[in-house]
């Protein structure tokens, strides 16, 4: 059911710039459809995002009642009262993302639940269409024309070739912390990357990062039980490291996110460096992938109002056991010695 929020509510709600360039609206229909369940998600990008950007999902989709508000501000079914922002277990929940764009692009949505029919809503320079569809249950959204009529923001825009290499960098690091979820993307009909949907993290490295990068990866898994006052909570670390001599000049390669969120995270970054240590040549940093799950009322996503970092209840802990975690795993990969020998 999707409901409008209270005043107090939004209020709560961090407001922000959601839509500063293409790569913004690439993250918000992609948390969108992850929250909708979807374990295909399709995206196709022209001309660096300003042309066109398509998601389809085969998620949930919505009814024709909840498509015609889901366009509409503040409105979400992911969140009813601001009790609920501690625990919010979805992506999306401030239910400004659709409007948000809607405001500076031509938006194009159509949808099915798994009724029938399906239902398209178009919103153009604020007139709102709506009318019945044909598609199968899952939802498209069309973005064309970003930034047509706001000349200034389209002006500050990079080259279409880096637009969507910041594109591809927020693809990649939900592919490769949902390896269970299928990406596909494109730009200018062109397919640039495809994971297997398979669940498997090092399929997912593979079709990211390329066999060398794959091939001597190991996955870890771990959990540390950390306390504040007398408050108990257990935090999981899993995901992938690759070989240390597979590094990167920059830290934009080790792919964060924390209870799902893919998030560029500087500290925990930071932690996952520190752990691999004296093993990464000097001024390299790692390829990994880094996912935090702890109980929701220990995060506070709501700090940052362009979802970049999240607020930990301990975050000297938390940097902890990420560290550690990843220190363990790459000694018992045994990784420290066939450093030597790669080098
Ligand atoms: P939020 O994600 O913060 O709730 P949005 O503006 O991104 O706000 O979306 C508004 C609502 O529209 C969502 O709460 C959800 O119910 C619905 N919605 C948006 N995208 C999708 C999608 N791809 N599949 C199903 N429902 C969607
Ligand atoms: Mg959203």
Redesign the pocket.
Known sequence: M?RTLDAETRAKIAAGEVVARPASVVI?LL???L??GAETIQIAVDGGGTERIRVV?D????SEA?ATL?VERH????LSDADELEMVETL????????SIAAVARLDLT?NDGGERGTRVVVERGDKTVSPAGRGRG?T?EVTGLFAERPARKKALAAAETEFARITSIVTRYALCRPDVRFVLRHDDRQTLSTPGSGDFIAAMLACYGRDAAGQASTFDATQVVSVGDERAEIRVDGVLCHPAISRARRDHVHVSVNGRALAEPRIRRAVSDGYGTLLPDGREPVAVVRLALPPAWVDHNVHPAKDEVGFRDPQAVAETVESAVRDALSTADLARSADLAM
């Open positions: 999707i918000e948390e969108n459809a929250d909708a999902d998620g949930r989709g919505m909840d889901a409105t979400t079914s992911k999306g929940f401030r239910g400004e993302a659709l409007p949808t939802t959204v």
